[in-house]
């Protein structure tokens, strides 16, 4: 399994991205799909993660400000990220739990600019 993800880049603050997630099979089934960010010098931490029946959780600092949704008709998932700020500067990777085991994504860079 290969997930493809893509939509990063520089914004200035207050900017938005939609981030996308293109996986090589079939997401219909999959039962957990999710984006995690790891900033410069720092853990990498979930930001967002949707299951296959729409159960959506968020991370406290992206909550108001982000939105994740799925097309099993193209095989994506994205993240929309709203009123972007300098601290949200990371490598966005997404992520899907599949039998048991983890496939990541090659990561995506945002920079947000002050």
């Known amino acids: 399994v290969q997930l493809q993800a893509s939509g990063g880049g520089l914004v200035q603050a207050g900017g938005s991205l939609r981030l996308s997630c293109v996986v090589s099979r079939s997401i219909a089934r999959i039962s957990v799909m999710g984006w995690h960010r790891q900033a410069p010098g720092r853990q990498r931490e979930l930001v967002a993660t949707?299951?296959?029946?729409?159960?959506?959780t968020y991370a406290d600092s992206v909550r108001v400000r982000s939105s994740i949704t799925r097309d099993n008709a193209k095989n994506t998932l994205y993240l929309y990220l709203n009123s972007l700020k300098p601290e949200d500067t990371a490598v966005y990777y997404c992520?899907?739990?599949?039998?048991?085991?983890?496939?990541w994504g090659q990561g995506t860079e945002v920079t947000v600019s002050s």
């Open positions: 992520a899907a739990d599949i039998d048991g085991e983890r496939y």
């Open positions: 949707l299951t296959r029946g729409g159960s959506i």
